[in-house]
């Protein structure tokens, strides 16, 4: 009888203590979520910032400018650039051509804002 | 007897102390837990949750390749928190140093009596990292999402910007403004003592939706290429401003338009709203002989007129109602083709009266002249085509010679386009699609036919002499080697707003034309606005057609209808890496 209630109270302190124990990691994870959260945050920023130089970097007036003052390019003279139509072997394959009129797509549902 | 324990007594009272401690316990429980719990419970949750609205970042606008265009990002404010600040004055002039604000005035701000001030908001990246390194106390740094163009003034007129809160002004941003701007979410957080969020809150929540990315059908490089030239122009002829507009004939969509003069959105805080008004398509102007097309179409369609009618064009001076129309040129008989490849005003004038007001009128509204072209920006304007009953004596005559009417640019390349898309009058669009910030598309827009004014067979007969006016005529300028260009010049008197007459000084040259003739892949408008010295639009804006076609044609990977008779050889000997000369021949 005596043993029987030994038992029950350390099998409900093992239990408590195993809750007790999960409910700290559980608060721990939320902390490491939390940091990593705030870590996407920050390399989304950088990402944003890399990206916005990209773009500013690459316009085309820049690159124009860099081309001809810096490196001492021009632009194509008349002649320079020659385009080649390119007929396919097999006209069957391939792309269709595109319909004379295309008519306006809109989402099913969506509507044009 | 027992004998009396001798401790009893103070078991006692320590008992009774015990109880009386117990029940002040019992009591201050009672009080903590019941009758001030809902007080408590409210003053804990101020200390451990924190509420803040969290806003979505505003949406970007990128070009059809996808080129960025605007786009935001988050970027430091610093504010200070004045009432706990000891020495303001040095912190202001710590502060100077590295932001865009003088002492005087950070400390200004930072000896009023409130427990927040902004100091600087929405500054470079750089400058936060600054003012973090500084660590001063009660002066701290949030941030805080500022709209970027990164191109700077490129597509400016078109892009519009948005205010310091975020929310669009003018152009693009405005008109999608419900797109653009994100969802305002306010969310609970809660902290522990240290002050860190704390789990699980906010795992399962979801943030704020950002807005959605709206994608133009504007091509930056061909955007670029309409600036540069129109800007060159403008400034080779001194002229007040110029427009250029350069549209996909087939769908109605616009690969480019540029205002001149531009303007930087990234700093629009000095500039008055004329700047940035997008006058492609909010002023009318007054055609002239550009309007001559569309007169023609319509005596084309009526069959009122072949290309090989003879006109006499009275030798240069025609009276009408009391008044005389001239020619640049005096000239006897000439085909109906030649009347619009010389321009002649006379000869268009006698084609407007050979169709007469209600003809003339109808076709004129059917090219989408006096209503808005609909296309998805803010400020259009209608442009001014008076109802038949309102005309005057002279005015059959004056709006067959592109007087007394008034067209925005955007309608007269949108009429152009017309011809060149065999009579189907297309809606001219700018936003192809709207993607939600995963990238899945919301909402697309294509091609939609508005009418169909002329057949077929008038827009190929006008499209014939209308390259004629290009290889023969007015606008040989114009002319793109190894491509067929089919178009019209166009010069107009402005009114004198002094006089309320025309101004012999005053003129707007323009071009309207497609290239190249047989499949056209690109209409184009220029237009120059009082340009010093010659104002001919065959002078000012027919070589702004020619530079932007011949760039915009071998970029678009339309090959050259005809062989391309220059060719270069190379030098024999000359190995890989060494420099080539290009020899013309």
Known sequence: MKRSRTVAALVILTMLLLYVSERISVVNVGYDIEKLKSQKVKLERERDEMKMKLSSLTAPERIAKVATEQLGMVPPKQGQVVLVRVEPENPKIGNPPAPEVRLAKYEPGGRWP | MKAA???????????????????????????????????????????????????????????????????????????GVPTSLDDPSSVARDLAQVLPVRAVEIEKRLKQDRSFVWIARKLDPEQGRQVEALSLGGIGTVLEGRRFYPKGPLLAHVLGFAGLDGQGLEGVERRYEQVLHGDKQLVIMERDALGRTVFPKGLTEQGPTPGHTITLTIDEVIQYIAEKELEEMVAATRA????????????????????????????????????????????????????????????????????????????????????????????????????????????????????????????????????????????????????????????????????????????????????????????????????????????????????????????????????????????????????????????????????????????????????????????????????????????????????????????????????????????PGVGVGESVRVQEQ
């Open chain 2, 5 to 79: 324990d001798p401790y009893r007594g103070r078991c006692l009272a320590v008992a009774v102390l015990l109880m009386l401690g117990f029940v002040a316990v019992l009591f201050r429980l009672f009080d903590l837990q019941i009758l001030q719990a809902a007080e408590l419970t409210a003053k804990a949750d101020r200390q451990h949750r924190k509420s803040v609205t969290i806003e979505g970042a505003r949406g970007g606008i990128q070009d059809r390749h996808g080129k960025v265009l605007a786009m935001n990002m988050d970027v430091p404010s610093v504010f």
């Open chain 2, 240 to 571: 007040k401003g110029g427009i250029v507009i350069a549209m996909e004939p087939r769908t109605g969509a616009i690969l480019a338009l540029a205002v001149s003069p531009r303007f930087d959105p990234n700093s629009v805080r000095d500039l008055s709203a004329d700047r940035w008004r997008n006058r492609a398509l909010t002023d009318a102007y007054e055609p002239g002989s550009t309007m001559k097309i569309f007169v023609a179409a319509a005596a084309l369609e009526e069959k009122r007129m072949a290309p090989d009618s003879l006109i006499f064009a009275e030798n240069g001076a025609f009276q009408v109602a009391n008044t005389v129309i001239h020619d640049h040129e005096k000239m006897g008989w000439i085909t109906f083709a030649q009347m619009i490849q010389k321009s002649s005003n006379i000869g268009a004038a006698k084609t407007g009266i050979a169709l007469g007001q209600e003809d003339l009128y109808r076709y004129l509204k059917a090219f989408g002249f006096g209503e808005r072209t609909e296309i998805d920006l803010s400020g259009e304007m209608a442009g001014l085509l008076k109802d038949p009953r309102q005309w005057g004596k002279r005015s059959l005559a004056s709006i067959s010679m592109g007087q007394e009417v008034g067209v925005t640019p955007l309608q007269l390349v949108t009429a152009m386009s017309a011809v060149a898309n065999g009579g189907w009058l297309m809606k001219p669009y700018i936003v192809s699609s709207i993607r939600d910030a995963s990238g899945k598309v919301v909402a697309e827009q294509g091609s939609q036919v508005r009418r169909r004014p002329i057949s077929l067979e008038t827009a190929q007969t006008l499209t014939g002499i209308l390259e004629g006016a290009v290889t023969k005529g007015t606008g040989i300028r114009a002319a793109v080697p190894g491509y067929r260009v089919a178009g019209k010049t166009g010069t107009a008197q402005k009114i004198d707003p002094k006089s309320g007459h025309y101004s012999p000084t005053l003129f707007v040259g323009s071009f309207v034309g497609f290239v190249p003739a047989d499949h056209p892949k690109l209409a184009i408008v220029a237009v120059i606005d009082e340009p010093h010295a010659e104002a001919w639009g065959g002078v000012v804006a027919a070589p702004v057609f020619r530079r932007i076609a011949e760039q915009a044609l071998p970029y678009l990977g339309v090959p050259a209808g005809e062989p391309v008779k220059v060719a270069f050889t190379l030098e």
